[in-house]
Protein backbone atom coordinates (compact mmCIF):
# COMPACT_ATOMS: atom_id res chain seq x y z
CA UNK A 1 0.00 0.00 0.00
CA UNK A 2 1.56 3.68 -0.57
CA UNK A 3 2.56 5.36 2.26
CA UNK A 4 -0.01 8.37 1.65
CA UNK A 5 -3.24 5.86 1.57
CA UNK A 6 -1.73 4.28 5.02
CA UNK A 7 -0.39 7.73 6.19
CA UNK A 8 -4.76 8.77 5.29
CA UNK A 9 -5.68 6.04 7.02
CA UNK A 10 -4.10 5.79 10.41
CA UNK A 11 -4.62 9.61 10.86
CA UNK A 12 -8.41 9.69 9.83
CA UNK A 13 -8.92 6.82 12.63
CA UNK A 14 -7.20 8.51 15.16
CA UNK A 15 -9.08 11.56 14.60
CA UNK A 16 -11.82 10.10 14.77
CA UNK A 17 -11.27 8.47 18.28
CA UNK A 18 -9.93 11.94 19.37
CA UNK A 19 -13.16 13.21 18.80
CA UNK A 20 -15.43 10.39 20.88
CA UNK A 21 -12.52 10.67 23.47
CA UNK A 22 -13.04 14.16 23.93
CA UNK A 23 -16.88 14.11 23.61
CA UNK A 24 -16.38 11.85 26.67
CA UNK A 25 -14.00 14.05 28.46
CA UNK A 26 -15.67 17.16 28.13
CA UNK A 27 -18.97 14.65 29.91
CA UNK A 28 -17.69 14.11 32.69
CA UNK A 29 -15.89 17.07 33.50
CA UNK A 30 -19.14 19.01 32.98
CA UNK A 31 -21.22 16.86 35.45
CA UNK A 32 -18.01 16.78 38.29
CA UNK A 33 -17.67 20.76 38.17
CA UNK A 34 -20.61 20.96 40.23
CA UNK A 35 -19.21 18.89 43.17
CA UNK A 36 -15.78 21.01 42.57
CA UNK A 37 -17.41 24.02 42.60
CA UNK A 38 -18.89 23.38 46.08
CA UNK A 39 -15.25 22.42 47.38
CA UNK A 40 -14.39 25.53 46.49
CA UNK A 41 -12.46 24.83 43.08
CA UNK A 42 -15.01 25.54 40.06
CA UNK A 43 -12.54 25.49 37.67
CA UNK A 44 -10.40 22.14 38.17
CA UNK A 45 -12.69 20.09 36.40
CA UNK A 46 -11.94 21.78 33.09
CA UNK A 47 -8.08 22.50 34.27
CA UNK A 48 -7.74 18.64 34.78
CA UNK A 49 -9.64 17.91 31.08
CA UNK A 50 -7.85 20.30 29.21
CA UNK A 51 -4.08 19.11 30.64
CA UNK A 52 -5.72 15.30 29.50
CA UNK A 53 -6.12 16.89 25.80
CA UNK A 54 -2.90 18.31 25.47
CA UNK A 55 -4.46 21.45 24.67
CA UNK A 56 -4.38 23.32 27.98
CA UNK A 57 -1.33 25.71 26.51
CA UNK A 58 -2.51 26.78 23.66
CA UNK A 59 -5.97 27.32 25.68
CA UNK A 60 -4.11 29.44 28.19
CA UNK A 61 -2.56 31.41 25.22
CA UNK A 62 -6.29 32.52 24.79
CA UNK A 63 -8.23 32.19 27.62
CA UNK A 64 -7.54 33.77 31.14
CA UNK A 65 -9.51 31.04 33.59
CA UNK A 66 -10.37 27.64 33.01
CA UNK A 67 -14.39 28.20 32.97
CA UNK A 68 -16.90 26.02 31.72
CA UNK A 69 -18.04 28.09 28.87
CA UNK A 70 -14.28 28.98 27.30
CA UNK A 71 -13.53 25.66 27.98
CA UNK A 72 -16.32 23.69 26.39
CA UNK A 73 -15.83 26.38 22.82
CA UNK A 74 -12.03 25.37 23.48
CA UNK A 75 -12.97 21.74 22.93
CA UNK A 76 -15.83 21.69 21.22
CA UNK A 77 -15.56 24.72 18.22
CA UNK A 78 -12.61 26.77 18.53
CA UNK A 79 -10.82 27.02 15.43
CA UNK A 80 -7.26 27.50 16.78
CA UNK A 81 -7.47 24.31 18.22
CA UNK A 82 -6.36 21.49 16.03
CA UNK A 83 -7.90 18.95 18.41
CA UNK A 84 -11.36 20.32 18.90
CA UNK A 85 -14.04 18.26 18.26
CA UNK A 86 -15.14 19.84 14.88
CA UNK A 87 -10.96 20.00 13.66
CA UNK A 88 -11.09 16.40 14.61
CA UNK A 89 -14.52 15.56 12.23
CA UNK A 90 -13.15 17.99 9.49
CA UNK A 91 -9.78 16.04 9.43
CA UNK A 92 -11.03 12.86 9.84
CA UNK A 93 -13.47 13.57 6.71
CA UNK A 94 -10.00 15.40 4.61
CA UNK A 95 -8.05 12.35 5.03
CA UNK A 96 -11.16 9.54 4.35
CA UNK A 97 -11.54 11.94 1.14
CA UNK A 98 -8.41 10.94 -0.20
CA UNK A 99 -8.40 7.43 0.46
CA UNK A 100 -12.29 7.44 -0.90
CA UNK A 101 -11.82 3.98 -2.46
CA UNK A 102 -10.04 2.68 0.41
CA UNK A 103 -13.07 2.72 2.33
CA UNK A 104 -16.07 1.25 2.78
CA UNK A 105 -19.73 3.14 1.68
CA UNK A 106 -20.59 2.79 5.28
CA UNK A 107 -18.01 4.13 6.78
CA UNK A 108 -17.67 7.49 4.19
CA UNK A 109 -21.21 8.07 5.30
CA UNK A 110 -20.61 7.60 8.85
CA UNK A 111 -17.95 10.63 8.76
CA UNK A 112 -19.77 12.47 6.06
CA UNK A 113 -23.12 12.87 7.65
CA UNK A 114 -21.45 13.47 10.74
CA UNK A 115 -19.38 16.49 9.24
CA UNK A 116 -22.49 17.70 7.14
CA UNK A 117 -24.67 17.85 10.86
CA UNK A 118 -21.62 19.56 12.50
CA UNK A 119 -21.21 22.35 9.98
CA UNK A 120 -24.87 23.33 10.57
CA UNK A 121 -25.22 23.13 13.85
CA UNK A 122 -27.57 25.57 15.80
CA UNK A 123 -26.08 27.70 18.47
CA UNK A 124 -27.86 26.39 21.23
CA UNK A 125 -26.87 23.36 20.34
CA UNK A 126 -23.82 23.09 23.15
CA UNK A 127 -25.72 24.83 25.66
CA UNK A 128 -27.46 24.19 29.65
CA UNK A 129 -28.61 20.92 29.19
CA UNK A 130 -27.93 20.38 25.05
CA UNK A 131 -24.46 19.60 25.89
CA UNK A 132 -24.85 16.53 27.33
CA UNK A 133 -27.22 15.81 24.05
CA UNK A 134 -24.61 16.56 21.78
CA UNK A 135 -21.63 14.60 23.29
CA UNK A 136 -23.95 11.83 23.18
CA UNK A 137 -24.24 12.10 19.74
CA UNK A 138 -20.61 12.36 18.78
CA UNK A 139 -19.98 9.39 20.64
CA UNK A 140 -22.40 7.41 18.57
CA UNK A 141 -21.32 8.89 15.53
CA UNK A 142 -17.63 7.57 16.43
CA UNK A 143 -18.85 4.53 17.62
CA UNK A 144 -20.89 4.25 14.38
CA UNK A 145 -17.88 4.72 12.21
CA UNK A 146 -16.07 2.29 14.28
CA UNK A 147 -18.29 -0.22 13.71
CA UNK A 148 -18.47 0.04 9.97
CA UNK A 149 -15.00 -0.49 10.42
CA UNK A 150 -14.88 -3.47 11.87
CA UNK A 151 -17.96 -4.53 10.27
CA UNK A 152 -17.80 -3.64 6.76
CA UNK A 153 -13.79 -3.65 5.79
CA UNK A 154 -11.78 -6.59 4.30
CA UNK A 155 -9.23 -7.61 7.04
CA UNK A 156 -6.20 -6.44 4.88
CA UNK A 157 -3.98 -3.31 5.28
CA UNK A 158 -5.83 -0.69 5.13
CA UNK A 159 -7.97 -2.17 8.08
CA UNK A 160 -4.51 -2.61 9.59
CA UNK A 161 -3.90 0.60 9.41
CA UNK A 162 -7.25 1.98 10.69
CA UNK A 163 -7.40 -0.27 13.50
CA UNK A 164 -3.55 0.62 14.56
CA UNK A 165 -4.57 4.78 14.49
CA UNK A 166 -7.80 3.87 16.37
CA UNK A 167 -5.75 1.71 19.21
CA UNK A 168 -3.02 3.71 19.44
CA UNK A 169 -5.00 7.01 20.19
CA UNK A 170 -7.23 5.02 22.55
CA UNK A 171 -4.58 4.32 24.55
CA UNK A 172 -2.65 7.86 24.91
CA UNK A 173 -6.23 9.09 25.89
CA UNK A 174 -6.44 6.32 28.53
CA UNK A 175 -2.89 7.11 29.83
CA UNK A 176 -3.67 10.81 29.84
CA UNK A 177 -6.76 10.13 31.60
CA UNK A 178 -5.42 8.20 34.79
CA UNK A 179 -2.62 10.89 35.06
CA UNK A 180 -4.30 14.15 35.52
CA UNK A 181 -6.19 11.79 38.28
CA UNK A 182 -3.03 9.90 39.84
CA UNK A 183 -3.50 11.26 43.20
CA UNK A 184 -7.25 9.62 43.54
CA UNK A 185 -6.13 6.33 43.37
CA UNK A 186 -2.71 6.88 46.06
CA UNK A 187 -2.84 3.90 49.03
CA UNK A 188 -5.16 4.86 51.26
CA UNK A 189 -7.04 7.44 49.48
CA UNK A 190 -10.70 7.02 50.07
CA UNK A 191 -14.14 9.11 50.96
CA UNK A 192 -17.65 10.41 49.51
CA UNK A 193 -15.64 12.64 46.85
CA UNK A 194 -13.23 10.04 46.15
CA UNK A 195 -16.01 7.51 45.57
CA UNK A 196 -17.66 10.04 42.93
CA UNK A 197 -14.75 10.88 41.24
CA UNK A 198 -13.87 6.80 41.11
CA UNK A 199 -17.24 6.45 39.30
CA UNK A 200 -16.53 9.13 36.71
CA UNK A 201 -13.05 8.02 35.51
CA UNK A 202 -14.94 4.83 35.05
CA UNK A 203 -17.76 6.35 32.84
CA UNK A 204 -15.16 8.26 30.83
CA UNK A 205 -14.51 5.01 29.52
CA UNK A 206 -17.95 3.18 29.95
CA UNK A 207 -16.50 0.85 32.35
CA UNK A 208 -18.64 0.77 35.49
CA UNK A 209 -20.15 -2.07 34.70
CA UNK A 210 -17.31 -3.89 33.37
CA UNK A 211 -15.62 -3.33 37.05
CA UNK A 212 -18.43 -4.75 38.71
CA UNK A 213 -17.97 -7.72 36.80
CA UNK A 214 -14.46 -8.12 36.94
CA UNK A 215 -14.04 -7.71 40.68
CA UNK A 216 -17.83 -7.92 41.84
CA UNK A 217 -16.73 -5.49 45.03
CA UNK A 218 -16.84 -2.11 45.99
CA UNK A 219 -15.04 0.53 44.17
CA UNK A 220 -11.39 1.17 45.14
CA UNK A 221 -8.68 3.14 43.59
CA UNK A 222 -6.17 0.42 43.15
CA UNK A 223 -8.57 -1.70 41.58
CA UNK A 224 -9.63 0.61 38.85
CA UNK A 225 -6.03 1.95 37.97
CA UNK A 226 -5.69 -2.14 37.84
CA UNK A 227 -8.52 -2.48 35.37
CA UNK A 228 -7.54 0.46 32.91
CA UNK A 229 -3.99 -0.30 32.72
CA UNK A 230 -3.43 -4.13 33.16
CA UNK A 231 -6.46 -6.03 32.29
CA UNK A 232 -7.18 -7.28 29.02
CA UNK A 233 -10.97 -7.88 29.23
CA UNK A 234 -11.33 -4.01 29.01
CA UNK A 235 -11.12 -2.52 25.95
CA UNK A 236 -9.61 0.88 26.75
CA UNK A 237 -7.11 -0.50 28.96
CA UNK A 238 -3.47 -0.18 28.33
CA UNK A 239 -2.90 -3.31 27.84
CA UNK A 240 -6.01 -4.28 25.16
CA UNK A 241 -4.96 -0.78 23.26
CA UNK A 242 -0.78 -1.59 23.35
CA UNK A 243 -1.87 -5.33 22.82
CA UNK A 244 -3.85 -4.35 19.74
CA UNK A 245 -1.39 -2.16 18.43
CA UNK A 246 1.68 -4.48 18.72
CA UNK A 247 -0.40 -7.47 16.89
CA UNK A 248 -1.69 -4.87 14.12
CA UNK A 249 1.87 -3.79 13.58
CA UNK A 250 3.61 -7.67 13.53
CA UNK A 251 0.39 -8.25 10.46
CA UNK A 252 1.31 -5.36 8.68
CA UNK A 253 4.99 -6.30 8.40
CA UNK A 254 4.15 -10.18 7.65
CA UNK A 255 2.41 -8.47 5.16
CA UNK A 256 5.04 -6.63 3.88
CA UNK A 257 7.41 -9.78 3.55
CA UNK A 258 8.43 -9.48 6.74
CA UNK A 259 9.88 -5.91 7.16
CA UNK A 260 10.31 -5.02 10.91
CA UNK A 261 11.40 -2.08 12.57
CA UNK A 262 12.06 -0.07 15.75
CA UNK A 263 8.30 0.54 15.86
CA UNK A 264 7.64 -3.27 15.94
CA UNK A 265 10.12 -3.45 18.62
CA UNK A 266 8.77 -0.54 20.79
CA UNK A 267 5.19 -2.17 20.60
CA UNK A 268 6.47 -5.52 21.43
CA UNK A 269 8.17 -4.05 24.53
CA UNK A 270 4.97 -1.84 25.38
CA UNK A 271 2.84 -5.15 25.07
CA UNK A 272 5.10 -7.27 26.91
CA UNK A 273 5.10 -5.10 29.68
CA UNK A 274 1.31 -4.63 30.12
CA UNK A 275 0.65 -8.48 29.66
CA UNK A 276 3.15 -9.23 32.37
CA UNK A 277 2.74 -6.60 34.51
CA UNK A 278 1.42 -6.21 38.19
CA UNK A 279 -0.59 -3.42 39.89
CA UNK A 280 2.17 -3.57 42.98
CA UNK A 281 5.04 -2.80 40.33
CA UNK A 282 3.19 -0.02 38.78
CA UNK A 283 2.38 2.03 42.25
CA UNK A 284 6.40 1.10 43.33
CA UNK A 285 7.07 2.79 40.83
CA UNK A 286 4.68 5.73 41.06
CA UNK A 287 1.42 6.08 39.28
CA UNK A 288 2.49 9.35 37.29
CA UNK A 289 5.75 8.29 36.65
CA UNK A 290 4.92 4.95 35.18
CA UNK A 291 1.67 6.61 33.01
CA UNK A 292 4.11 9.59 31.77
CA UNK A 293 6.42 6.94 30.96
CA UNK A 294 3.33 5.70 29.27
CA UNK A 295 2.43 8.70 27.50
CA UNK A 296 5.95 9.17 26.32
CA UNK A 297 6.32 5.93 24.68
CA UNK A 298 3.12 6.30 22.95
CA UNK A 299 3.60 9.20 21.11
CA UNK A 300 7.53 7.65 20.51
CA UNK A 301 5.52 4.86 19.29
CA UNK A 302 3.48 6.88 16.71
CA UNK A 303 6.18 8.69 15.24
CA UNK A 304 8.28 5.36 14.72
CA UNK A 305 5.26 3.95 12.84
CA UNK A 306 5.14 7.41 11.00
CA UNK A 307 8.78 6.98 10.12
CA UNK A 308 8.55 3.79 9.10
CA UNK A 309 5.75 3.37 7.34
CA UNK A 310 5.08 6.78 5.98
CA UNK A 311 8.34 8.97 5.96
CA UNK A 312 10.58 5.96 4.93
Not at 7 to 21: D, K, T, V
Not at 46 to 75: C, M, N, V
Not at 102 to 120: F, G, I, K, P
Not at 150 to 155: G, I
Amino acid sequence: MLSRTAENLFWLARYAERAGNTARGIAVAFRMAAISARLGDEGAEWRALLTASGGDAGFYRKYEAPTAEAAIHWLVFDPDNASSILACFEAARRNARSVRTALTVDMWEALNDSWNHLRNLAPDATEGENLIDFLGWVRERVTLFNGAANETMLRNEPWRFVHLGTMLERADNTARLLDVKHALFAPGVEGAVDYVQWQAVLRSVSAMRSYQWVYRERLSGRRIAELMILRPELPRSLAACHGAVADTLEAIGIGQGGRFGECHRIAGLLKAQLRYGRIEDVFAQGLHEFLTDMITRTAALGGEIEAFYIRH
